[in-house]
């Protein structure tokens, strides 16, 4: 589903022909950032979020410590979603905002909503992921109006803690299973070692720490690593591009 110049509503855009076509010069009726890495494990969660949602789940909140993953997987499943909703599906994260009517200013930015966000949306299918909702918790209290009065409208939000609003359901999203977390720590690393499963049970197979663990492998062994997570705080430490 494509949205098109000129014209108001999205139009489905179909391919003829087996070869690879260009990225069509269309209006995106998405946001959903592309990540740069590969998806890894997850499947079991991934299928229950996207099943719940299409059960008719509106408003579904991912809750968890922070690092377990609730952001790359409420992005994964809004991708399986953007079929179901022809209108738009639209990210919003919110980690850099403190103030309740900020938070509910750029929702509207995003979906492009000028005269009221409720107005805005209407009857329209379209899926929201509000994304580090703890920042702003607050806010919580407008969803379950604005839901009510857009009948095709829903929500996935990611928080360390529930809104606690009514209407919600939650989905509390675990850490990485031994046999996922040591894949990513391969995938990731670009080797495989005997102290890798270790490594990462002493990470509680979050998947935020597997990745820096990951990261630093380029400079020590998985086994070098292990020896020094007790006696160094600073250890692992994200990109420059990172929160």
Sequence with gaps: VHRLKDLSAPERIYQLG?????????????NL??????????ERELGEIV????????LLTLTGPGGTGKTRLALETAAELLDDHPDGVFWVPLAALHDRD?????????????DGLAE???????????????????????LPPLVENCPNLRLLATSRELLRVRG???????????????????DRAGISD??????CRRLDNLPLAVELAAARARVMSPAQILERIDRRLDLFRGGRDVD
């Excluded at 950032?33 to 997850?42: A, E, K, M, Q, Y």
């Excluded at 805005?120 to 407008?142: C, F, P, S, T, W």
Aim: hydrophobic residues 40%.
């Design 18 to 30: 087996e070869g690879d076509f260009p990225p069509l010069k269309t209006i995106s009726n998405t």
């Design 120 to 142: 805005h949306i209407g009857d329209r299918k379209m899926l929201l992921v509000l994304d580090n909702l703890e920042q702003v918790v607050a806010v919580g209290a407008d």
């Design 168 to 186: 919600e359901e939650e989905y509390p999203v675990p850490p990485l299973p031994d046999v996922e977390a040591t894949r990513l720590f391969s």
């Design 33 to 42: 950032p592309r990540p740069l890495t590969s998806f890894i494990g997850r």
């Design 51 to 58: 099943e719940r949602m299409r059960a008719g789940t509106r």
């Design 194 to 199: 005997a102290a890798v499963l270790e490594l």
């Design 102 to 114: 900020l938070a509910s200013g750029e929702i509207a930015r995003v979906v492009g909503a000028k």
